[in-house]
Protein backbone atom coordinates (compact mmCIF):
# COMPACT_ATOMS: atom_id res chain seq x y z
CA UNK A 1 0.00 0.00 0.00
CA UNK A 2 1.47 3.45 -1.45
CA UNK A 3 1.15 6.29 0.73
CA UNK A 4 -0.81 8.44 -1.92
CA UNK A 5 -3.10 5.20 -2.94
CA UNK A 6 -6.47 6.21 -2.20
CA UNK A 7 -8.08 6.92 1.21
CA UNK A 8 -10.87 3.94 0.37
CA UNK A 9 -7.87 1.68 -0.07
CA UNK A 10 -6.40 2.50 3.28
CA UNK A 11 -9.86 1.85 4.98
CA UNK A 12 -10.77 -1.24 3.01
CA UNK A 13 -7.11 -2.46 3.83
CA UNK A 14 -7.41 -1.74 7.41
CA UNK A 15 -10.90 -3.48 7.77
CA UNK A 16 -9.19 -6.79 5.89
CA UNK A 17 -6.72 -6.73 8.52
CA UNK A 18 -9.39 -6.33 11.27
CA UNK A 19 -11.35 -9.52 9.94
CA UNK A 20 -7.89 -11.41 9.61
CA UNK A 21 -7.13 -10.71 13.12
CA UNK A 22 -10.26 -12.63 13.58
CA UNK A 23 -12.34 -9.41 14.80
CA UNK A 24 -15.29 -9.97 12.68
CA UNK A 25 -15.18 -13.59 12.12
CA UNK A 26 -16.38 -15.38 8.53
CA UNK A 27 -20.20 -15.33 8.66
CA UNK A 28 -20.43 -12.44 10.96
CA UNK A 29 -22.10 -8.89 10.04
CA UNK A 30 -20.21 -6.07 9.52
CA UNK A 31 -21.12 -2.88 11.22
CA UNK A 32 -22.75 -0.71 9.12
CA UNK A 33 -21.60 1.52 7.20
CA UNK A 34 -22.65 4.91 8.96
CA UNK A 35 -20.92 3.06 12.05
CA UNK A 36 -17.70 2.59 10.65
CA UNK A 37 -17.87 5.66 8.90
CA UNK A 38 -17.38 7.40 11.98
CA UNK A 39 -15.40 4.82 13.86
CA UNK A 40 -12.85 5.57 10.74
CA UNK A 41 -13.24 8.90 10.38
CA UNK A 42 -14.22 9.43 7.07
CA UNK A 43 -17.15 10.16 4.95
CA UNK A 44 -20.00 7.19 4.08
CA UNK A 45 -19.17 7.24 0.65
CA UNK A 46 -15.78 6.11 1.43
CA UNK A 47 -16.72 2.99 3.59
CA UNK A 48 -19.22 2.47 0.65
CA UNK A 49 -15.91 2.36 -1.69
CA UNK A 50 -14.22 0.14 0.27
CA UNK A 51 -16.54 -1.93 1.02
CA UNK A 52 -16.68 -2.65 -2.53
CA UNK A 53 -13.61 -3.58 -2.87
CA UNK A 54 -13.41 -6.19 -0.38
CA UNK A 55 -16.76 -7.84 -2.02
CA UNK A 56 -14.55 -7.56 -5.62
CA UNK A 57 -11.83 -9.50 -3.42
CA UNK A 58 -14.05 -11.96 -2.15
CA UNK A 59 -14.01 -10.48 1.46
CA UNK A 60 -17.20 -9.54 2.23
CA UNK A 61 -20.85 -9.64 0.26
CA UNK A 62 -23.43 -7.42 0.36
CA UNK A 63 -26.99 -8.38 1.90
CA UNK A 64 -29.51 -6.65 0.89
CA UNK A 65 -31.44 -4.52 3.53
CA UNK A 66 -29.22 -6.67 6.11
CA UNK A 67 -26.07 -5.08 5.42
CA UNK A 68 -22.06 -6.98 5.08
CA UNK A 69 -21.54 -10.34 5.57
CA UNK A 70 -17.49 -11.61 6.10
CA UNK A 71 -17.03 -14.41 3.22
CA UNK A 72 -13.63 -15.17 4.09
CA UNK A 73 -10.40 -14.51 5.96
CA UNK A 74 -7.90 -12.71 3.49
CA UNK A 75 -5.21 -10.76 3.61
CA UNK A 76 -3.42 -9.16 0.76
CA UNK A 77 0.30 -8.24 -0.94
CA UNK A 78 0.99 -6.06 -3.82
CA UNK A 79 3.10 -7.05 -6.72
CA UNK A 80 6.39 -5.52 -6.01
CA UNK A 81 7.13 -7.58 -2.89
CA UNK A 82 5.53 -10.50 -4.52
CA UNK A 83 8.97 -12.34 -4.15
CA UNK A 84 9.61 -11.84 -0.43
CA UNK A 85 6.81 -14.35 0.82
CA UNK A 86 8.56 -14.22 4.29
CA UNK A 87 8.35 -10.31 4.80
CA UNK A 88 5.05 -9.96 3.47
CA UNK A 89 3.80 -12.79 6.29
CA UNK A 90 5.73 -11.07 9.04
CA UNK A 91 4.14 -7.71 7.95
CA UNK A 92 1.01 -9.28 8.35
CA UNK A 93 1.52 -10.77 11.89
CA UNK A 94 1.93 -14.17 10.53
CA UNK A 95 5.02 -16.83 11.16
CA UNK A 96 6.54 -17.50 7.49
CA UNK A 97 7.97 -20.88 7.31
CA UNK A 98 9.99 -22.49 4.59
CA UNK A 99 11.19 -26.67 4.57
CA UNK A 100 13.97 -27.39 1.97
CA UNK A 101 12.82 -31.01 0.92
CA UNK A 102 15.43 -31.13 -1.95
CA UNK A 103 18.63 -28.97 -2.66
CA UNK A 104 20.22 -30.63 -6.12
CA UNK A 105 22.57 -28.98 -8.35
CA UNK A 106 22.39 -29.57 -11.88
CA UNK A 107 22.82 -28.50 -15.50
CA UNK A 108 20.62 -25.72 -16.76
CA UNK A 109 17.81 -26.73 -19.85
CA UNK A 110 17.86 -24.56 -22.80
CA UNK A 111 15.08 -22.24 -21.30
CA UNK A 112 16.58 -21.95 -18.00
CA UNK A 113 19.85 -21.01 -19.24
CA UNK A 114 18.05 -18.25 -22.35
CA UNK A 115 16.15 -17.04 -19.18
CA UNK A 116 18.89 -16.98 -16.77
CA UNK A 117 21.27 -15.49 -19.64
CA UNK A 118 23.63 -18.34 -18.86
CA UNK A 119 25.62 -20.63 -21.06
CA UNK A 120 23.53 -23.62 -21.75
CA UNK A 121 24.52 -26.49 -19.89
CA UNK A 122 25.68 -24.58 -16.88
CA UNK A 123 25.79 -25.52 -13.66
CA UNK A 124 22.49 -24.06 -11.19
CA UNK A 125 21.69 -24.73 -7.71
CA UNK A 126 17.82 -26.16 -7.42
CA UNK A 127 15.31 -26.10 -4.08
CA UNK A 128 12.06 -27.88 -3.62
CA UNK A 129 10.70 -25.68 0.01
CA UNK A 130 7.33 -26.18 1.39
CA UNK A 131 5.75 -22.66 2.56
CA UNK A 132 3.78 -22.61 5.19
CA UNK A 133 2.01 -19.42 7.19
CA UNK A 134 1.58 -20.17 11.36
CA UNK A 135 2.75 -23.77 10.42
CA UNK A 136 -0.20 -24.87 7.86
CA UNK A 137 1.76 -25.25 4.37
CA UNK A 138 0.32 -23.73 1.03
CA UNK A 139 2.34 -24.03 -1.84
CA UNK A 140 5.40 -25.47 -2.69
CA UNK A 141 8.09 -23.28 -4.28
CA UNK A 142 10.85 -25.06 -6.39
CA UNK A 143 13.63 -22.00 -7.34
CA UNK A 144 16.53 -22.29 -9.73
CA UNK A 145 19.20 -20.08 -8.79
CA UNK A 146 22.71 -19.58 -11.43
CA UNK A 147 25.97 -20.61 -10.16
CA UNK A 148 27.24 -16.63 -9.62
CA UNK A 149 24.55 -16.26 -7.01
CA UNK A 150 23.91 -20.38 -5.56
CA UNK A 151 26.96 -19.90 -3.35
CA UNK A 152 25.06 -17.33 -1.08
CA UNK A 153 22.65 -20.16 -0.66
CA UNK A 154 24.53 -23.48 -0.40
CA UNK A 155 24.35 -25.32 2.27
CA UNK A 156 22.19 -23.50 4.49
CA UNK A 157 19.60 -24.82 7.02
CA UNK A 158 16.57 -26.65 5.84
CA UNK A 159 14.17 -24.46 7.73
CA UNK A 160 15.59 -21.12 6.54
CA UNK A 161 12.46 -19.32 6.62
CA UNK A 162 13.28 -16.65 4.05
CA UNK A 163 15.58 -17.11 1.21
CA UNK A 164 15.19 -13.37 -0.27
CA UNK A 165 16.38 -12.04 2.64
CA UNK A 166 19.51 -14.25 2.73
CA UNK A 167 20.11 -12.65 -0.69
CA UNK A 168 19.30 -9.13 0.26
CA UNK A 169 21.88 -9.39 3.26
CA UNK A 170 25.28 -10.63 0.52
CA UNK A 171 23.86 -7.34 -1.81
CA UNK A 172 21.46 -8.92 -4.28
CA UNK A 173 18.67 -7.95 -3.11
CA UNK A 174 15.75 -8.10 -5.63
CA UNK A 175 14.08 -5.09 -7.53
CA UNK A 176 11.91 -6.17 -9.75
CA UNK A 177 10.18 -9.50 -11.60
CA UNK A 178 7.64 -11.07 -13.81
CA UNK A 179 5.07 -13.41 -13.36
CA UNK A 180 2.90 -15.55 -14.90
CA UNK A 181 -0.23 -17.33 -13.91
CA UNK A 182 -2.27 -20.12 -14.48
CA UNK A 183 -3.82 -23.80 -13.38
CA UNK A 184 -2.22 -27.35 -13.11
CA UNK A 185 -3.09 -30.26 -11.96
CA UNK A 186 -1.00 -31.56 -8.83
CA UNK A 187 1.97 -34.18 -10.02
CA UNK A 188 2.63 -37.14 -8.01
CA UNK A 189 5.18 -35.26 -5.84
CA UNK A 190 3.25 -32.31 -5.59
CA UNK A 191 0.16 -34.91 -3.86
CA UNK A 192 2.74 -36.28 -2.09
CA UNK A 193 4.33 -32.91 -0.27
CA UNK A 194 0.73 -31.27 0.37
CA UNK A 195 -1.39 -34.27 1.11
CA UNK A 196 -3.53 -33.79 -2.14
CA UNK A 197 -4.48 -36.47 -4.78
CA UNK A 198 -2.51 -36.62 -7.80
CA UNK A 199 -3.65 -34.40 -10.73
CA UNK A 200 -6.01 -32.21 -7.96
CA UNK A 201 -5.66 -28.56 -9.53
CA UNK A 202 -3.14 -26.22 -8.06
CA UNK A 203 -2.60 -22.75 -8.42
CA UNK A 204 0.85 -22.11 -10.17
CA UNK A 205 2.91 -18.66 -9.91
CA UNK A 206 5.72 -18.82 -12.29
CA UNK A 207 8.37 -15.90 -11.39
CA UNK A 208 11.36 -14.49 -12.89
CA UNK A 209 13.59 -11.91 -10.52
CA UNK A 210 16.26 -9.71 -11.33
CA UNK A 211 19.05 -7.84 -9.49
CA UNK A 212 19.83 -3.75 -9.25
CA UNK A 213 22.14 -4.54 -12.02
CA UNK A 214 19.69 -6.21 -14.25
CA UNK A 215 20.67 -9.88 -14.08
CA UNK A 216 18.50 -12.52 -13.46
CA UNK A 217 18.50 -14.08 -10.05
CA UNK A 218 16.04 -16.55 -10.33
CA UNK A 219 13.92 -18.51 -12.23
CA UNK A 220 10.77 -19.91 -9.44
CA UNK A 221 7.83 -22.26 -9.66
CA UNK A 222 5.04 -22.10 -6.62
CA UNK A 223 2.27 -24.32 -6.61
CA UNK A 224 -0.30 -23.23 -4.46
CA UNK A 225 -2.96 -25.17 -2.62
CA UNK A 226 -6.46 -24.19 -4.26
CA UNK A 227 -8.07 -22.75 -1.05
CA UNK A 228 -5.17 -20.93 -0.04
CA UNK A 229 -4.86 -18.42 -2.56
CA UNK A 230 -6.64 -16.36 -5.22
CA UNK A 231 -5.61 -12.72 -6.93
CA UNK A 232 -6.74 -9.40 -8.17
CA UNK A 233 -5.65 -7.08 -10.79
CA UNK A 234 -6.74 -3.43 -10.16
CA UNK A 235 -6.64 -0.39 -12.70
CA UNK A 236 -6.70 3.28 -12.24
CA UNK A 237 -8.31 6.05 -14.42
CA UNK A 238 -5.44 7.36 -15.77
CA UNK A 239 -4.59 3.70 -17.39
CA UNK A 240 -1.69 3.48 -14.91
CA UNK A 241 -1.32 -0.58 -14.03
CA UNK A 242 -2.54 -0.98 -10.50
CA UNK A 243 -0.81 -4.09 -10.20
CA UNK A 244 -1.88 -7.51 -8.79
CA UNK A 245 -2.48 -8.26 -5.72
CA UNK A 246 -2.10 -11.99 -3.56
CA UNK A 247 -4.75 -12.87 -0.91
CA UNK A 248 -3.91 -15.66 1.14
CA UNK A 249 -7.12 -17.27 3.00
Known amino acids: MTIDAPRYRHVADRLAQRIADGEFPVGSMLPGEQALAAEVGVARGTVRSALALLARRGTVSSRAGAGWIVQSSAHTQGLAAFGSFAQWAKNHGLTPGGQVVQEQESHATADEARMLRIAQGSLVLRFTRLRSLDGHVVMIERPVYPAWIATALRGLPVDTPSHAAVLEAAGHGEVFGSHRIDAVAASSEDA ?22 GRPLDLTEDRYLPDAVSFEASSTSDAQPGGWTRTLS
Do not use: Y
Not at 193 to 206: D, E, K, M, Y
Open 192 to 213: RLLGVRRSSPLLRVRRQAFARD
